[in-house]
C-alpha cells in the first residue's frame, strides 16, 4: 500500500492590500501529514494530533478536499489521512488551508501526479469552502505552489506565481485567541468607495511590481489596507501599537495575517526580523494574552516530501 509523509505550511494571506487574491507561504510552520492508500474504498480520516477537529470525512477539510480530487479521478482508491497539527485552527495562518492543500497533494502523489500543483488548486478550495463558507485561494495557492501567488480571478480560476525576494523574512505573532475566518468575513461591509479602492489597487500593483524588482522599499510602502483592516484590526489586541512597534525596529510592513487573530510583519534580512520578533515578545508578554511568535523565510517550493 502506498504512503507519502509531507510538511504542508502556514501561509500568510491579504497581504494588506490584496484581500482574497494574495498570500505567500512559509517555511518552518506547519502541519505533518501522512496518507496512505487503504483498501475500503473510502477516505478515512484515522488520527488527529494536537487539536480538536472533525473526524468524519464529510465535515473535515482533509477529508472533503480529497474526496474533491478522487471524484474528479472517478476512482474509488480509498486513503486513510493521519494530521499533526502544528498549526492552530482559527489562528490566521492557513489552518485549514494546510490541512485541505496537503490532503490533495498527497492524494495525488499517491496517484500518479496526474494533476500539475496549479489544477490541485480547485480541490484544495473546497475544504476552505467547508471551513469558511468561502472558497478562496490565497492560502492553498501558495500552500501548493510556494512563494507568493496572486489569484488573478476566480471565474474562471487563474493564479499566478510572483518572484521571491531572498531576504525577505516574515514575523508571525498569533494571540491565541480564536477568531473563525466565517466571523471575520461577516464583519465586513460589501461595498467599497472608489476613493479606497483607488488607493488598494494601487498598492497592489506597487507590491507585485517591487516583488519583480526586488524593491524592499518600495514592497513595504505597498502594504497597505483601506478597506479590511479598519474592520477587522478591532478584534486583535493591541493591533496599533504592535504595528507601531514593528516599524519602529525596522520592519518594511505590518498588517492582519488572513482572517486574523495573527499579525505579520515583513522584513528584510535576520537581523531585522530577529529585532522586531524580540520587541514584540517584549511589549505582549506584559499582557495577559497567551501568544506565539515565529520568524520565517518565505518558503519557494510549499508542501514538502518528507518520505
Ligand atoms: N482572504 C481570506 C480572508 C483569508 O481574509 O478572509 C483567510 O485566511
Not at 474509488?76 to 489552518?95: L, N, R, V, W
Not at 507568493?148 to 499566478?160: A, D, M, T
Request: proline share 4%; aromatic share 6%.
Amino acid at each position: 500500500m502506498g504512503q507519502i509523509k509531507i510538511f504542508s505550511p502556514a501561509t500568510v494571506a491579504n497581504l494588506s492590500c490584496g484581500f482574497d487574491v494574495l498570500g505567500c507561504c512559509l517555511d518552518n510552520v506547519g502541519d505533518i501529514m501522512t496518507i496512505r492508500e487503504n483498501d475500503v474504498q473510502e477516505i478515512r480520516i484515522t488520527k488527529i494530533i494536537g487539536q480538536n477537529l472533525p473526524m468524519e470525512t464529510g465535515k473535515n477539510v482533509a477529508g472533503v478536499a480529497a474526496k474533491s480530487i478522487l471524484s474528479t479521478l472517478k476512482s474509488s482508491q480509498g486513503f486513510d489521512i493521519e494530521i499533526e497539527k502544528k498549526i492552530k485552527a482559527g489562528s490566521g495562518i492557513g489552518s485549514s488551508a494546510a490541512s485541505a492543500a496537503g490532503a490533495v497533494f498527497a492524494v495525488n502523489k499517491l496517484m500518479g501526479d496526474p494533476f500539475t500543483a496549479s489544477q490541485l488548486i480547485p480541490f484544495a478550495m473546497e475544504g476552505e469552502k467547508l471551513a469558511s463558507g468561502n472558497a478562496h485561494a490565497d492560502n492553498v495557492a501558495p500552500a501548493l505552489l510556494g512563494g507568493f501567488s496572486l489569484v488573478k480571478s476566480y471565474e474562471p480560476l487563474e493564479v499566478i506565481s510572483l518572484p521571491t525576494p531572498e531576504e525577505l523574512r516574515v514575523v508571525v505573532l498569533h494571540p491565541l485567541i480564536e477568531i473563525k475566518t466565517r466571523d471575520s468575513r461577516s464583519i465586513l461591509r460589501q461595498s467599497v468607495s472608489l476613493e479606497k479602492a483607488i488607493k488598494q489597487w494601487g498598492n497592489l500593483g506597487a507590491l507585485i511590481s517591487a516583488l519583480y524588482t526586488r524593491d524592499y522599499e518600495l514592497f513595504g510602502r505597498s502594504l497597505q489596507d483601506e478597506i479590511v483592516e479598519p474592520v477587522r484590526s478591532i478584534l486583535i489586541p493591541y493591533f496599533d501599537e504592535l504595528k507601531k512597534i514593528a516599524a519602529e525596529n525596522g520592519a518594511l510592513g505590518f498588517g492582519i495575517s488572513g482572517s486574523g487573530p495573527s499579525v505579520y510583519a515583513m522584513c528584510r534580512g535576520d537581523e531585522v526580523a530577529e529585532k522586531v520578533k524580540s520587541s514584540i515578545k517584549e511589549f505582549y508578554k506584559s499582557k495577559a494574552i497567551d501568544f506565539e511568535l515565529h520568524l520565517s523565510e518565505i518558503n519557494p517550493h510549499g508542501i514538502k516530501i518528507l518520505s
